[in-house]
Nanobody
């Protein structure tokens, strides 16, 4: 069982930056691939970025070049650095963990989810 707690969301102007953190409980964080998803009001949850157990990364086209996912296994934490933010990035951002060996982008492949953190980008 893994518990995930996100932090770092907030209100930022367009062009600004935020760094989200996701702290995981348990001693086996390093065996999980991790992902970030987001959900805007009235829309489905969508994939943002993922990182494998070995540090391989994958990004949605909409955030590629602006967002960076990373992990610190010693701190049981995964991060999402978000730069050049746009109003369309406004959403609740969720951290998720999966036992999959490779990076996965599908919502249903993830086993554990955090409660989400709100990111609002003003124009």
């Amino acid at each position: 069982q893994v518990q995930l707690v996100e932090s770092g969301g907030g209100l930022v102007q367009a062009g600004g930056s935020l760094r989200l953190s996701c702290a995981a409980s348990g001693r086996t964080f390093s065996v999980y691939a991790m992902g970030w998803f987001r959900q805007a009001p009235g829309q489905e949850r969508e994939f943002v970025a993922a990182i494998s157990r070995n540090g391989g990364t994958f990004y949605a086209d909409s955030v590629k070049g602006r967002f960076t996912i990373s992990r610190d296994n010693a701190k049981n934490t995964v991060y999402l650095q978000m730069n050049s933010l746009k109003p369309e990035d406004t959403a609740v951002y969720y951290c998720a963990a999966t036992r999959a060996i490779v990076v996965v982008t599908t919502f249903s492949e993830y086993d554990y989810w955090g409660q989400g953190t709100q990111v609002t980008v003003s124009s």
